[in-house]
């Protein structure tokens, strides 16, 4: 029995596990398995030209993905610094009432 090859036109074999899928699943396992999802969205040609030349060889979409996370974590690291200094100015208050 002749093994299945893919000529150099034809579209390779998308899989998942051992099953072919169309481009629409594999895409969607891969998502999963990454936890990933893929959007639209309208950015600024600045924007875009910042990041494409930033990335050098690896993805902008990557950079951009990064960017988005460190903007999420300094959000936190801002409400948890608000938090803290608003509980120690609550307990200087306190300590100079007693």
């Known amino acids: 029995m ?3 090859t893919s000529s150099p036109t034809s579209e390779p074999r998308l899989r998942v596990g051992l099953k072919d899928v ?4 594999f895409a969607a396992a891969v998502g999963d398995r990454l936890g ?4 639209s969205i309208r950015l600024d040609a600045s924007v875009i030209a910042f990041f494409k030349a930033k990335a050098g060889k690896q ?3 990557t950079l951009i993905n990064q960017a ?5 974590d300094d959000e936190h690291m801002e409400d948890t ?4 200094v608003r509980e120690e100015l609550a307990s200087h208050r306190d300590d100079r009432r007693d």
């Not at 169309?22 to 699943?25: A, I, K, M, Q």
């Not at 610094?81 to 803290?84: A, F, I, K, T, Y």
């Open 22 to 25: 169309s481009r629409e699943e």
């Open 68 to 72: 988005l996370h460190r903007a999420m």
């Open 81 to 84: 610094l608000r938090r803290v």
């Open 59 to 61: 993805s902008y979409e």
């Open 36 to 39: 990933t999802e893929q959007v």
């Open 2 to 4: 002749k093994s299945k």
